[in-house]
T-cell receptor
């Protein structure tokens, strides 16, 4: 099976712009989670989707949003980018709810100038 | 603050030595997982231990879980230079939220 894929791998944006990141889960996995990783804050949970519904959300402002499509692919969007949004954004998929291990994609490195 | 806190923050050892990393958490959990991350890349799942398990092995990895102390440890035996990475514990307290600790950076010198 192909692993979790994320596109793009690298992205450079300027303050005020918006960005959309994409994640394709492992075939058959219905849950997709998003994480932000920065040197200062570490790995922080953004949100998780299951069957096209957001099931949980971390403590991020409303500028961070996401969605999941019927084929389980997911996108996250960040509007009005700030310098502090520069981070590695990781997507993870798992088969179902709760106890399954997560499989991570390689991440999208976002730099905001 | 984060659910899982790793200790130490950084660890430097010689190849062939054992490396032990600890993780403490705050609330009741369903399971605890350990992940490895090579510099700036995605995380790789190492091992999952459920709340009713006390010890688990996978190759050179040994994980223990003490729910009474809300702590877990990851032991890597006979370390190799390729084990150099950051190691994270993650707790799943139910629902859809997995909380990661700050990680331990392991350096294995050849």
């Amino acid at each position: 099976k192909a692993g979790v894929t994320q596109t793009p791998r690298y992205l450079i944006k300027t303050r005020g712009q918006q960005v959309t990141l994409s994640c394709s889960p492992i075939s058959g996995h219905r849950s997709v989670s998003w994480y932000q990783q920065t040197p200062g804050q570490g790995l922080q949970f953004l949100f998780e989707y299951f069957s096209e519904t957001q099931r949980n959300k971390g403590n991020f402002p409303g500028r961070f949003s996401g969605r999941q499509f019927s084929n389980s692919r997911s996108e996250m969007n960040v509007s009005t980018l700030e310098l502090g949004d520069s981070a590695l954004y990781l997507c993870a998929s798992r088969q179902g709810i709760g106890i399954d291990e997560q499989f991570f994609g390689p991440g999208t490195r976002l730099t905001v100038l | 603050s984060q659910q899982g806190e790793e200790d130490p923050q950084a660890l430097s050892i010689q190849e062939g030595e054992n490396a032990t990393m600890n993780c403490s958490y705050k609330t009741s959990i369903n399971n605890l997982q350990w992940y490895r991350q090579n510099s700036g890349r995605g995380l790789v799942h190492l091992i999952l231990i459920r709340s009713n398990e006390r010890e688990k092995h996978s190759g050179r990895l040994r994980v223990t879980l003490d729910t009474s102390k809300k702590s877990s440890s990851l032991l890597i035996t006979a370390s190799r230079a390729a084990d150099t990475a950051s190691y994270f514990c993650a707790t799943d307290a139910g629902g859809f939220k997995t909380i990661f600790g700050a990680g331990t950076r392991l350096f294995v010198k050849a």
